[in-house]
T-cell receptor, first 114, second 112 residues
Framework: DSGVTQTPKHLITATGQRVTLRCSPR?????VYWYQQSLDQGLQFLIQ???????AKGNILERFSAQQFPDLHSELNLSSLELGDSALYFC?????????????FGEGSRLTVL | DQQVKQNSPSLSVQEGRISILNCDYT??????FLWYKKYPAEGPTFLIS?????DKNEDGRFTVFLNKSAKHLSLHIVPSQPGDSAVYFC???????????FGKGTMLLVSP
């Protein structure tokens, strides 16, 4: 158990819909990261928050947005969903900025868009 | 453009033998390299890392080798055990930025 909690574990929805994925980082961790793993793809970095502020942005679509709340939990919002958005979405956390790359990952939220 | 490449989608090894997983990268700015292990229905977990100032790092049965001139790293598992069966992701970072670039992963199957 990494200490990172993601909900929901599974989500099935239709094209055009909007969903919200939630992440609670490990106790004491200030950084939250979102990664997407599509079929046959590695983990693609989406976005990072540190202590409530956006820190880094990767290949995140404009239809996607995220935020980190004062209690440090984070939400990833996916809107106008397309079939290609079906993927495993991982949240990870670290104490600080994890310059050496050691992150703690949750179990992921599997999104299926029909 | 894939900056971190794992060209072998899968690898099968017998228990007790050596497993060698390979990874290539293209970005010269990467200065820290990591291996993560992932079991089904779980998130990736950190396994071992190496800084670009080193060429080898060992942790028990796991050793990572870095060849900077070839932009290549490898993970050696000796001896391999059935419990090592998992997907192994190679990752790299520029330590000034703290985000990881992952390869697509190699599925290792260790048979008894």
């Amino acid at each position: 158990d990494s200490g990172v909690t993601q909900t929901p574990k599974h989500l099935i929805t239709a094209t055009g819909q909007r969903v919200t994925l939630r992440c609670s980082p490990r106790s004491g961790d200030l950084s939250v990261y979102w990664y997407q793993q599509s079929l046959d793809q590695g983990l693609q970095f989406l976005i990072q928050y540190y202590n409530g502020e956006e820190r880094a942005k990767g290949n995140i679509l404009e239809r996607f947005s995220a935020q980190q709340f004062p209690d440090l939990h984070s939400e990833l919002n996916l809107s106008s969903l397309e079939l290609g958005d079906s993927a495993l979405y991982f949240c990870a956390s670290s104490v600080g900025l994890a310059e050496t790359g050691e992150l703690f990952f949750g179990e992921g939220s599997r999104l299926t868009v029909l | 453009d894939q900056q971190v490449k794992q060209n072998s989608p899968s690898l099968s090894v017998q228990e007790g033998r050596i497993s060698i997983l390979n990874c290539d990268y293209t970005n010269s700015m990467f200065d820290y390299f990591l291996w993560y292990k992932k079991y089904p229905a779980e998130g990736p977990t950190f396994l071992i890392s190496i800084s670009s100032i080193k060429d080898k790092n060992e942790d028990g049965r796991f050793t990572v080798f870095l060849n900077k001139s070839a932009k290549h790293l490898s993970l050696h598992i000796v001896p391999s055990q059935p419990g090592d069966s998992a997907v192994y992701f190679c990752a790299a970072t520029n330590s000034g930025y703290s985000t990881l670039t992952f390869g697509k992963g190699t599925m290792l199957l260790v048979s008894p």
